[in-house]
């Protein structure tokens, strides 16, 4: 390989991905390829298995993502804030994501800004960013209701 990776699991290497060297992309006349392949321990692979498997086909519909940033008090927990963002969850919702704290100028005393990621997508369709907007108004309330968050808007 000409660039690649081990696969290593608890210290033990499971396979190897990578890019297939010049000598290999000449021999098989691929001129404006890059081919890539993976090698893997099938056996290690399902040894690891220690839940229920999911898989979900490629999206094929667009998300769309909004980073909203919030105002809490100093002592409110990232777990507090996801499981807000949880409990006001609507399907379309498919990705909760930590993106950032910030302290310091323009944020009071005794509070931190939190910025979260959150990434709509309907499986059945395209969402529309009116959709989104009442998604994310509830999600704000059970923000608010939760840990006292407020919109930061500067």
Same mark, same amino acid.
């Given at each position: 390989a000409e660039v690649g990776a081990r696969i290593v699991v608890n210290g033990r290497e499971i396979g190897r991905a990578g890019v297939f060297a010049d000598a290999i992309r000449q021999k098989f006349d691929f001129k404006d390829l890059a081919p890539c392949g993976a090698e893997l321990d099938f056996e290690e692979l399902a040894a690891l298995k220690s839940g229920p498997i999911k898989i979900r086909p490629i999206p094929r519909f667009p998300a769309i993502d909004r980073d909203l940033s919030i105002l809490v008090p100093e002592q409110t927990a990232w777990v507090q804030i996801a499981r807000a963002v949880e409990s006001a969850a609507p399907a379309e919702l498919e990705e909760t994501r930590f993106v950032d704290i910030y302290r310091g100028k323009g944020i009071a005393p005794g509070a931190k800004s939190v910025t979260l990621s959150l990434r709509f997508r309907d499986d059945d369709g395209t969402l529309t @960013?009116? $959709? $989104?907007?009442? @998604?994310? &108004? &509830?999600?704000?309330?059970s923000l608010r209701k939760a840990v006292? &968050?407020?919109l930061r808007t500067v």
């Open positions: @960013h009116d $959709v $989104v907007d009442r @998604h994310q &108004a &509830a999600i704000l309330e006292g &968050a407020e």
